[in-house]
């Protein structure tokens, strides 16, 4: 799904639900599990391998396995170069070449292979269709009625009954994909997260050549952004497990919040026991993770152009209120500076057990005005009023503090006075000549605007125009001595 015009930043907090983790020894770094007739096998680079009574027991061995994926009748092997079938002694080799992946499915009982640009439907050990989908990113799932296959032509959709659909084309995928809690969740490359459809009926729309980011609302569809990139995905009791490479991440797909992350790199992923097993460098990895009860946490904002904050180190821009719905925890919040305007709490600890609001106000960050008057006579008075705030002073030079913002500054000298406006969005100057308070008349009021520095100077305009006489009296000396020197040549 290509982003051309806008991107959608979604983030997730990485808390730990309750969950149990353990850890099942292997002889070797597993690079593939799967499951056969109710029993764990695990594939290492070379040999495969049979769970049976607590102990790894060698049942093949193969030179530079990539894959094994349990099928009705036996275990399908893939090797990088062929596929192979193995029942019980035998091993018989499938006539497909450059494969890429293997997908069991579990409605139908037949195995799908995906590799160089085709799709092959296989029963036990025979061929029985195979299909040509150009750029295919050759990853398939399955739903009670068909299967799907994606591709940067688009999503084709093998209905069981014999029919066929593409829909949405250019959609990037090049990531897992599959059904569930009533959705079609596909994951994405770039931008790196899951596009959840809320809506089924969209892939089975009439071909939709591109959806942009902007326009996921108008289609239902959901952006979520992982840490992970989405080459495996297991939905387990309500939870998603994400896995690659980059590692495994669980989200909570009640609220998307994300709620467990480890990065280890992840080979293979299936559901065994009431678990689901993770093959890693370090080993198989069980996992068993249930979701604590939600709550919503309000933050509201009062004064300042937005707010922003860090929950437990993910980072929230908002305008007026940020609603989150969050697992049951603590919470970490750390608003930030915005703009000119500063948070008046900077952390707050929360223990989310029932829903909760919070309101922070926040303020212009202090600044510093500065208002000099030149040429004020020793021991004279006058009185600057800053917004409706008077004060008298007798120094040249005064200095305030103040939040940033508009400010109306009055200057008054003699009964002269002066207004300034101000925009204090950083350290700024009023500086103006005494003297031209006694130049103007009785009770009147220049009004000036300023956003850095202001200068009022009547000595500064005389001076330039007695620079301009005399330069207009040397012009005229020489033009003379012109003439003259003519008129005796």
């Known amino acids: ?38 029993k764990l096998f695990m594939a290492s680079s070379s040999v495969v391998y049979e769970f049976c009574h607590g102990q790894w027991v060698k049942i093949l061995q193969m030179n530079n396995i990539k894959q094994i994926e349990g099928g009705k009748e036996g275990i399908y092997i893939n090797n990088g170069t062929l596929y192979y079938f193995y029942k019980l002694t035998y091993l018989i080799p499938l006539n ?103 809506n089924l009926s969209v892939i089975y729309l009439n071909k939709i050549w591109d959806i942009y980011l902007r326009q996921l609302p108008e289609y239902n ?6 840490k992970v990139t989405p080459c495996c995905l297991i939905y387990f009791k309500g939870m998603l497990y994400i896995s690659s490479l980059q590692g495994i991440q669980v989200i909570n797909l009640e609220n998307y919040q994300s709620v467990y992350y480890n990065p280890c790199p992840a080979y293979s992923m299936i559901i065994y026991n009431c678990s689901v097993l993770v093959a890693t460098k370090s080993g198989i990895i069980a ?51 915005c703009s000119i305007y500063k948070p008046c709490i900077n952390n707050e600890v929360i223990n989310l057990n029932c829903n909760k609001t919070l309101t922070i106000k926040y303020v212009g960050i202090p600044e510093e005005l500065s ?58 100057e009023i500086v103006i000549n005494a003297g031209s308070f006694y130049l103007t008349a009785n009770n009147s009021t220049i009004t000036a605007t300023t956003t850095t520095h202001i200068s009022n100077n009547s000595n500064n305009s005389l001076s330039l125009a007695c620079y301009i006489a005399i330069a207009l ?10 003439v003259i020197r003519r008129r005796q040549s």
């Open 221 to 226: 569809i959901t952006l979520v952004c992982t």
């Open 96 to 198: 497909i070449t450059n494969p890429f992946k293997l997908f069991y499915d579990n409605y139908t009982g037949e195995l799908y292979v995906t590799g160089n640009s085709h799709l092959y439907i296989i029963n036990c050990s025979r061929v029985i269709a195979s299909y040509y989908i150009p750029l295919s990113f050759c990853y398939v799932t399955f739903n009670c009625n068909e299967a799907i296959v994606d591709s940067q032509c688009g999503y084709f959709i093998f209905f069981y009954n014999g029919s066929e659909h593409l829909t949405i084309s250019c959609q990037d995928a090049f990531s897992g994909m599959l059904f569930a809690d009533g959705k079609f969740i596909t994951g994405s490359f770039d931008p790196r997260g899951l596009f959840i459809y809320n």
């Open 1 to 38: 799904m290509k982003a051309k015009h806008f991107f959608l930043f979604f983030v997730f907090l990485f808390l730990i639900s309750t969950n149990v983790q353990s850890q099942i020894s292997s002889p070797s770094v597993a690079v593939s599990l799967t499951t056969f007739d109710g």
């Open 371 to 428: 208002v000099i008057i030149e040429d004020l006579n020793n021991g004279s008075r006058y009185s600057i009023t800053i917004n409706n705030q008077t004060y008298f002073e007798d120094s040249n030079i005064v200095k305030f503090t103040l939040p940033a913002g508009q400010y109306c500054v009055k200057i008054d000298i003699n009964g002269v006075t002066k207004t300034f406006i101000v925009n204090l969005i950083q350290d700024e």
């Open 473 to 482: 009296v040397i012009v005229a000396l020489i033009f003379m001595i012109m």
């Open 287 to 337: 996992l068993n993770i249930s979701s604590l009860p939600i709550y919503t946490l309000t933050i509201k904002k009062v004064g300042g152009l937005y707010g922003k904050v860090l929950i437990n180190g993910t980072e929230y821009t908002f305008y007026n209120c940020l609603k989150l719905r969050l697992e049951e925890g603590i919470y970490n919040l750390t608003f930030l500076n």
